[in-house]
Every structure is written in C-alpha cells, then in structure tokens.
C-alpha cells in the first residue's frame, strides 16, 4: 500500500500575509494594552459619532458652539443648541495620506506609523461591533474601502496600505484638500473621521478641514518625525525633497546651516498648528518614535477632562502640555 502524499498547501486568504502578520502584533502589543488602559476613556476617545437631533434647548456656557444651530438662534434671537440621541454603533473614517513625505522616517517611517495607528483603532472600533472605512490618497485619493466591520474588514485597510506602488514626486506637493474635500462629498452620515497625516501639504487643507469638522467629529492624527525638527551633525550629505524629489547637498556641520533649518522647522510647526487651530479639531500628535498605546492612552484621557473643564476642574499635571 503506497503511502499518500502529502497535502499540498491551500492558497492563502486574500488578506493573509503582512497584514494579519502585523496585526497579529499589534493585538499582543498595543490593542490588548489599551482595552484595559481606556476603559471608561474608549466613550471619551470615540465621542460624539452616530448622533441623531432629538431637541434643541438654549445655549449654556459649556456647550460646545459647533452644537448651535445658527437658524434657530437667528430665529428666536437667543442662542440655541442641537441636542442629540447617540447611537450605539459608530461609524469611523479613516482619511490617510501616503503622500512622499509620509515615507520618511529616522528610524521607523511614517507610513508605517500610519498602519499601525490605523490598524489599533480600527481593530478596536470592530471588536465592539461598529464600522470603519478608509481613503487613501497618494498623488490622488486612489482607493476607497467602503465602511464596514469585522477583522478581515481591518485587514483590508492594513493590506490597501501596506501593497502600493511607490510614491511618485508631486512637483505641485501634496493636496490634501483634496482628500479632505473628497470625504466630504462621500460622507454622509455623521461619523469620527480620523485625519492621518504629517500635514506637509500646499496651503488651503485648513478650510476644507474646518468643513469636515463641522459635519463629523474630525482628529487631526499628525505624524512626524524628529529628524524633521531638529538635524544633527551628519556631515555632508544628500537630502532630498520627499515630495518634488530635488536633491541637493548640504554641509550639517555648518552651524549657520543647522541653525536656518531648525528656523525654518519652526516656522512650519508654528503655520500648521494655526491650521488645525482654525480648522478647530483635536489634534492627536504621533511621533515615529512614540509608544503608540501610551500616546493614544494620553489623548483619550485629556479629550475625557476636556469636557469636565466645564465643572470648574483642572487638568492634572500629568496631563498639562508642556511647557504649560
């Protein structure tokens, strides 16, 4: 009697590979972490989705003015607010640039932040039953991935992400109106959008941002790097420009140099926190060096005492920014 063969491997699942591989991970690593850091924060974090008008009621000083229905308060001549029944699903966006610039990292590239972030939240969100869908833009908004729950609906975000052609330079630089301008058009129903990117983008993203924020509750999730603010004697080397793809050497020992580009890093920090200021949206800040669960962990509990504020309470030192 012939021994039989072995059987020969099945194809992997669609979505098996690096994905299910890096949110395997991510699951031991940060996920489970961050169940049980938030806790009563997850409501906080998660806030002010899936929202319904029930009634409309005077506005008093701690109500937030992006409630205040502007018709009604022309109307009456008295401020008045829109009251809402939450919903208990959550619908969440994930708008993620992928633009050149969020290809750079010292250490562990923006991008791959970027997966990761997506990846945790998401994967939180669906383990409680609600829903989520992702734009990604590269020179365009090139893929969308229609709202929907479940694991396998987090690994095809993390698989679209992850499996793209490279990046081409955008002489022009990235429009991130665009995106942002696209997920206003696409997203109807009230939803958490969560803005993923470094915000190295031509002018005009900050009003379209402050439109989008006006419809949905918007977190601005920034990515950096801290080459980018502060570069250190290297020697001479070659930088390029991740978005135009120009070259150019420069001498790092020169402190003349050093001194002009940590000016100039300032000088962007300082527009694009007036940006998302106007725009009028939390701003979650995502180093590539950062713990990823420590630092949504944070962000949760100071949008929680946010909305304690009113109370008349402070925010504990822990939770002050720095410098504060």
């Known amino acids: 009697m012939s021994r039989s063969q072995p059987e020969a491997p099945r194809a992997a699942p669609r979505h098996v590979g690096r994905a299910e591989q890096t949110l395997n991970r991510l699951d031991w690593t940060v996920i489970r972490r961050l169940d049980g850091a938030l806790q009563g924060d997850y409501r906080s974090l998660f806030r002010g989705t899936g929202l319904d008008l029930a009634d409309l009621r005077e506005y008093q000083h701690h109500d937030d003015p992006r409630h205040i229905d502007w018709n009604v308060t022309a109307r009456l001549q008295i401020p008045h607010v829109r009251q809402y029944n939450e919903d208990r699903d959550v619908t969440a966006w994930f708008l993620v640039d992928l633009s050149p610039s969020v290809g750079f990292g ?6 791959d932040v970027a997966v990761q972030f997506t990846g945790v939240v998401a994967r939180l969100l669906t383990r409680r039953g609600n829903r989520v869908g992702a734009m990604l833009y590269g020179h365009e908004v090139d893929t969308v991935v229609p709202a929907g729950s479940g694991r396998q609906q987090v690994l095809q975000i993390m698989h679209r992400m992850m499996h793209r052609p490279p990046p081409k330079p955008m002489p022009g630089g990235t429009r991130l109106d665009e995106l942002l301008r696209h997920a206003l058009n696409t997203v109807k129903r009230r939803s958490i959008v969560f803005v993923v990117s470094d915000f190295i983008a031509a002018p005009g993203w900050d009003a379209p941002l402050g439109q989008l924020a006006s419809r949905h509750d918007v977190i601005a999730v920034r990515l950096y790097d801290p080459l980018e603010m502060d570069l250190p004697d290297l020697g001479l080397i070659v930088m390029q420009d991740a978005e135009t793809g120009e070259q150019v050497v420069v001498d790092t ?3 003349g140099f050093r001194h002009r580009f940590a000016t100039a890093a300032r000088r962007r920090e300082a527009e694009l926190r007036d940006g998302l200021a106007r725009a009028g949206v ?21 949008r929680k005492r946010r909305t304690q504020l009113s109370a008349g309470g402070a925010l504990p030192g822990h939770l002050m920014p720095q410098g504060a």
């Open 106 to 111: 010292s250490n562990v590239s923006k991008t």
């Open 282 to 302: 939390d701003t979650l800040e995502l180093a590539t060096e950062d713990d990823l669960a420590e630092t949504v962990t944070r962000f949760a509990q100071l």
């Open 253 to 255: 020992q020169a402190r």
